[in-house]
């Protein structure tokens, strides 16, 4: 197959990163293969995905944030101690205002020339700032510390999905896009940050406002608050109906979100296939429709949100109108002082602000609510079998002897791929793989990583059960070179030494002379310290098989897996590797899977594949001598 049609793969492939940090099985699909029988699809598309119980995923949230409790309750004792500093001030200001008023009538009626002096308000005023500094003081530690709270928080769901990730079994990235899980784990958590730190205090704040000067309200003159109770309660009514439909919104805002991702990183990772096939036009096209359908769902989304604020504010301003005349009558009627009239006000803007806010903090609330339950869900996921409490091992030196045995696999439990697989690879045997495209050859280097679990049977290593093993010391033990090349961001010496963190330079040089990558390393502007970004686009494809080549021979593994390891160099540098990789598999266990005949012919075991099972085993002259599969598929590559 052509190097353009398996990049093309890769690109409508989920490439992502395998448990516990081994290499991606994802890339190491065989690219010769279609999409493996039995596995499940991945979604076209998200479902929409709404908070079908909000009261369970605060509850959650808050399990979620122990240990960081207390500083939540620190933020509500602020919360209150602001409340009582902010509700105290106008009912403060009543008593200086009627203070001040009394006092200037009597120096009006003295003749004299009214001034403030320590004993003729003085006092009152310096009490009125210090009440509106304590407000500020508690306002201020309330806001670092709900910020605090709300980062801590964020930082413990972005480390438990990150760990989340590395213990997922790959049938779930099999089923969800790169930029779907992106979007989960990044703009997903950055709403519920924004929300907690912003939202959530305000609401807390609004919630302590409204109550307090609803209190004082009433003690003022149950008349006018009863007026003011009727303007709040169609507001808050508007304010619910226009949540449950933000509610809808902000997860179809969110699916959308989700859906540019993946087509971005589609077009990103493919770019070279995509100019190659001439189809800028159509992937440019795709992205303009995600574009537009998540640019239509914002603008609805953020037109329902933001019709709230001026609803509230119209029938706040003709509560005003209609309490300030209503005031005033009764202000002249004297049930009113001017001081309590201006305080009665006072606690009307206390009241109608916060509950502005309140209402649109209800609908950030509602959409950071989908968010985060979007985050629930793959934590959510069921994960891979734990590893045994008490592992079996394999007795040092490694030997190399691996074994099916009875092997039962499906990607799918109602639709078996194997049924019965059974064949024995000797300690430094050459195990070559062979099969039409889909016949499950990549399936069984995978079942022997153990990124699948099998269904029945048991493989073993050395005698041991693999599952009775580690998954990190099982695949210590191997060493995969794949068609596709994936280095790491860094530079050459760090990717040569993915394998072997400790190896010291001079290893390093050595197993590049050996994978003969040594001398254009030389050629590079800072030879082995020579940096690696953007999926190592600064060196050729030929170049990055090499690295990847040189990369297994430093780590120096019992059993080696090669995916036509050579397929990406030129016949002079093949040659080289091919004798290079010839010491490398003396005395070591190898799996080759083969797409060229020729380079197998000398394998001590053939295993011939169809639709998941071994339908033939042998050496090349017995499966030729044999006249079944292998002898029909190497006839037809070299008649």
Request: proline share 3%; glycine share 6%; charged share 20%.
């Amino acid at each position: 197959m052509t190097e353009e049609k398996k990049d093309l793969r890769v690109v409508n492939e989920n490439e992502v990163a395998a448990e516990g940090g081994a290499a991606s099985p994802a890339r190491f699909a065989d690219p010769h293969e279609p999409a493996r029988s039995g596995a499940p699809e991945p979604k076209s598309e998200q479902e929409l995905e709404v908070p079908k119980d909000a009261r369970a995923v605060i509850a959650r949230l808050w399990r979620e944030s122990r240990g960081e409790h207390w500083r939540f309750a620190v933020v509500v004792v602020c919360v209150i101690c602001y409340t009582i500093a902010q509700i105290s001030a106008p009912a403060y200001s009543a008593h200086l205002i009627d203070l001040l008023w009394a006092n200037i009538q009597e120096a009006h009626a003295r003749g004299e020339i009214f001034t403030i002096s320590w004993t003729t308000g003085g006092i009152e005023l310096a009490t009125f700032v210090g009440i509106w500094t304590v407000a500020w003081a508690f306002y201020t530690v309330q806001s670092f510390t709900m910020a605090s709270f709300a980062e801590r928080l964020n930082l413990r769901l972005r480390c438990r999905i990150a760990a989340k990730l590395n213990v997922l079994p790959l049938k779930f990235y099999d089923a969800h896009k790169p930029g779907d899980v992106m979007s989960r784990a990044t703009n997903d958590l950055d709403k519920v940050s924004e929300v907690l730190q912003r939202g959530l205090l305000s609401m807390l704040m609004a919630v302590g406002s409204v109550t307090g000067a609803a209190i004082m309200m009433v003690r003022l003159n149950l008349t006018l608050s009863l007026v003011f109770l009727c303007f709040a309660l169609i507001a808050i009514t508007g304010t619910r109906l226009v949540a449950k439909r933000t509610l809808v919104l902000a997860a179809e805002q969110q699916r959308a979100v989700g859906i540019l991702n993946g087509h971005v990183e589609e077009a990103y990772s493919g770019r070279i296939v995509i100019k190659a096939f001439n189809q800028e036009e159509a992937s440019s096209a795709r992205i303009h429709e995600a574009t537009q359908q998540l640019a239509d769902t914002m603008r609805r989304t953020d037109f329902v949100t933001n019709v709230v604020a001026p609803m509230v504010r119209c029938l706040v301003r003709l509560s005003q109108v209609v309490l300030a005349l209503m005031g005033t009558g009764i202000l002249m009627a004297g049930g009113l002082t001017i001081g309590t009239l201006q305080a009665f006000f006072q606690y009307v803007n206390t009241a109608s602000e916060p509950l502005t806010q309140f209402s649109l903090t209800v609908n950030q609330l509602q959409s950071a609510l989908a968010a985060v339950e979007r985050v629930f869900g793959v934590l959510d996921e069921p994960e891979i079998e734990p590893d045994p409490a008490t592992p079996a091992h394999v007795v040092e030196p490694v030997q190399g002897r691996v074994a099916f045995e009875h092997v039962r696999f499906g990607y799918d439990p109602d639709r078996p791929l194997m049924t019965d697989v059974n064949f024995t690879a000797e300690p430094g045997q050459k195990v070559a793989i062979v099969g039409a495209t889909g016949a499950g050859k990549t399936t069984l280097i995978n079942l022997l990583m153990r990124f699948y679990e099998i269904d029945g049977g048991r493989i073993t290593l050395d005698g041991v059960d693999t599952h009775a093993m580690t998954r990190s010391e099982l695949r210590g033990h191997f060493g995969m070179v794949l068609q596709d090349a994936w280095l790491r961001e860094g530079t050459i010496a760090e990717n040569i030494a993915y394998g072997a963190p400790g190896a010291s330079r001079e290893e390093i040089i050595q197993a590049a002379k050996t994978a003969q990558v040594d001398f254009f390393v030389r050629t590079m502007p800072q030879g082995y310290d020579t940096k690696l970004e953007n999926d190592a686009e600064n060196i050729s494809q030929g170049q990055r098989q090499l690295l990847t080549i040189a990369r297994v021979l430093l780590a120096n593994p019992a059993i080696l897996i090669l995916d036509e390891a050579t397929s990406s160099v030129d016949t002079r540098t093949e040659r080289s590797i091919v004798q290079a990789m010839e010491a490398l598999t003396q005395g070591r266990t190898s799996f080759v899977i083969a797409h060229r005949l020729s380079t197998i012919v000398d394998a001590d075991l053939i295993l011939v594949m169809d639709h998941g099972n071994i339908i033939e085993q042998g050496t090349h002259e017995e499966l030729l001598a044999l006249g079944g599969s292998y002898a029909e598929l190497y006839q037809s590559q070299f008649a």
